[in-house]
């Protein structure tokens, strides 16, 4: 079971999920330390394996660090859900075989602390807590396949071995 | 079919007759910027993957610039690891500490940008380069792997907004003014997924470093990339700095192209904007802030750190004394040696500030002038993000040179049109 942990703001962008000072590395577990810290320095404290992230409008604006990525995916994160994402960091998240959840009206969905359970496949999040199942757009297809894959480099490969050629699609 | 210039350039790097909004291409990559602090993960990924290869060595541009020179040993071995693969790779084009600068300003100077070229970098600011019609977009380390690997990244066309600006610059009044007007309009996520195309008489008026600086901010609305079309300016830019001399395309938008938004500036009435903490898009003229006071004052940054900023800081700047700390930064090597030449390095020691080297710097809280928390600084730089220059209790506060250099005069913000 999957906690939210519910940040009321639009814009929440990449120097406060993982702040430029700590851009000097980019190793998974020291950015994770830093996870969301110029937002609530807390959240590291709290958030437990497979907890969501909740937040309105363009989640991840700003700079192009996958660090940011990085660090939600060494805090381990389970998901971002958000009322809309940021271009490079919602392209970054696919890049990283990690599943950015684009949910409209998310802010009234879903509160503080509520339970989640959510099936990618079927494009739906149940929200134990309230009793509610939300609907989610599904990524496209070809990002599916990437973030099955486990990323962009893995899919590259994966695509050689098949004899798909580079990129191919 | 009617195609915007963005839409022709992917056109021709997919190999197809046409494209339009929405479709998804595999587009070849013309050029790819590689920094400190994005490219060293992607050349560790790219080991990890057994990718041993880059695309073409001619076609990789690398100049660590974020913590130039190091500024502890993580940068240093961020640093190191980027320069062993360089060396190793025979990257045709790595500019070392004494020639590396600011990339977005580096690499339109040293000639690496080419009109109608796709063009990434590991960096969110690489859309500056579309002021010379070119298409040019930020990417994250994965992607950055996948295009030094493969040259070849696939995208989703953007759909564009036209942006006509009309009038001309008053006096003060300068492109950063322009573009922290346009994305008060239309807010930081405004131009999500989309191309900002700029145009209009007001455009013809400005030379390339006041292009850049329109284009080098279209991320700040969230935009994909931002871009101008080609003209004279551009082409005398060009001429003598092209590093390949081959002929590059021309595209221009066909006139009954389809755009999603279209908005007019009138440049004529505008005033010198300062762009509040913590959003690029709370912009307010200069006459509604004037008088907050600052601790410091930073001109420098891949927005506003060409030799044209440094002149006019230093117009302001002559013969007066600033009131707080201020901190010039060149944002390359040619515009160091510029500023030197020109006495402009004399005017701004004398009138109290320091100037650092080439360097991302404090532009985004790296190190040489990082701000402690309550403290307020004006800045020439494009983004004002809480902790953005220091701690997250710090506030940032963007403005053209002329304002910047008029607030460090005064310690306060300051309208620059009373030193012009
Ligand atoms: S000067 Fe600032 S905005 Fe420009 S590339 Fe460097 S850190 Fe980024």
Redesign the pocket.
């Known amino acids: 079971m999957a906690k939210a942990h519910v940040y009321q703001r639009d814009h929440v962008n990449t120097d406060e999920i993982i702040p430029a000072r700590y851009l000097n590395t980019d190793d998974a577990a020291d950015l994770a330390k830093h996870c969301m810290e110029d937002l609530d320095t807390e959240f590291v404290k709290k958030v437990q394996p497979g907890d969501v992230i909740v937040c309105g409008d363009d989640f991840g604006c700003g700079?192009s660090r996958e660090h940011a990525v990085w660090a939600i995916q060494g805090a381990k994160v389970g998901a971002v859900i958000a009322q809309s994402f940021a271009r490079i960091f919602y392209r970054n998240c696919i890049n990283c075989g990690f599943y950015p959840i684009e949910l409209h009206g998310a802010l009234e969905k879903i509160n503080d602390g509520d339970e989640l359970e959510i099936d990618y496949q079927g494009g739906t999040i149940a929200n134990t807590t309230q009793g509610t199942t939300i609907a989610f757009t599904p990524l496209p297809d070809f990002a599916i396949e990437i973030v099955n894959d486990g990323g962009l480099l893995e899919h590259i490969k994966r695509q050689k071995e098949k004899g798909k050629g580079q990129n191919d699609r | 079919m009617a195609m915007t210039i963005t839409e022709k350039i992917f056109a021709r790097a997919a190999g197809k007759p046409s494209v339009q909004a929405g479709d998804l291409v595999n587009a070849k990559i013309d050029l790819v910027m590689c920094h400190d602090v994005t490219t060293p993960p992607a050349i560790s990924m790219l080991k990890a993957h057994g990718i041993d290869k880059v695309f073409d060595r001619d076609k990789i541009v690398v100049t660590p610039?974020?913590f130039q020179p190091p500024k502890d040993i993580k940068s240093a071995e961020l640093h190191k690891r980027l320069d062993t693969w360089a060396k190793e790779k025979k990257i045709t084009h790595y500019y070392k500490l004494g020639r590396a600068g600011?990339?977005?300003a580096l690499l339109p100077e040293q000639g690496h940008i080419r009109p109608g070229e796709v063009i990434v970098g590991g960096?969110?600011?690489t859309c500056t380069y579309g002021a010379f019609g070119a298409f040019s977009t930020g990417i994250g380390s994965t992607d950055l792997a996948a295009a030094i690997a493969t040259g070849i990244l696939w995208f989703k066309i953007p759909a564009s907004m036209k942006f006509t600006l009309t009038g001309s610059l008053p006096t003060g009044v300068y492109s950063k003014d322009v573009m922290l007007e346009v994305i008060r309009r239309i807010g930081t996520d405004g131009a999500l997924y989309k191309a900002m195309e700029f145009v209009g008489p007001a455009l013809k008026e400005m030379s390339m470093e006041a292009r850049m600086t329109i284009t080098n901010m279209a991320i700040e609305a969230g935009g994909k990339s931002g871009i101008i079309a080609v003209d004279d300016a551009t082409r005398a830019y060009l001429d003598g700095r092209l590093k390949d001399k081959s002929d590059y395309t021309v595209f221009e938008s066909d006139p009954d192209a389809e755009y999603v938004h279209k908005d007019t500036i009138d440049c004529s009435a505008l005033e010198p904007m300062v762009a509040l903490p913590h959003l690029p898009s709370n912009g307010q003229p200069i006459s509604l802030c004037a008088g907050l006071a600052m601790d410091q004052c930073y001109i420098?940054?891949?927005?506003n750190?060409r030799i044209e900023d440094l002149r006019v800081a230093a117009s302001i700047l002559k013969g007066k004394q600033v009131a707080i700390r201020t901190i010039v930064v060149p944002?390359t090597p040619v515009v160091w040696k510029q500023m030197v030449d020109e006495g402009l390095a004399e005017i701004f020691y004398d009138a109290g500030c320091v100037i650092s080297a080439p360097t991302?710097g404090a532009?985004?809280g790296?190190f040489m002038g990082i701000l402690a928390a309550g403290e307020k600084c004006i800045s020439t730089?494009?983004?004002n993000f809480v902790g953005r220059m220091g701690s997250p209790k710090s506030e940032v506060y963007l403005a053209n040179p002329a304002t910047a250099a008029a607030s460090a005069v005064e310690g306060k913000l300051a309208d620059c049109r009373n030193y012009l």
Request: aromatic residues 0%; contains cysteine; negative net charge.
């Open positions: 700079s | 610039d974020h600011v990339c977005h960096d969110s600011h420098g940054s891949c927005t750190g944002a991302c532009c985004l790296g730089t494009n983004r």
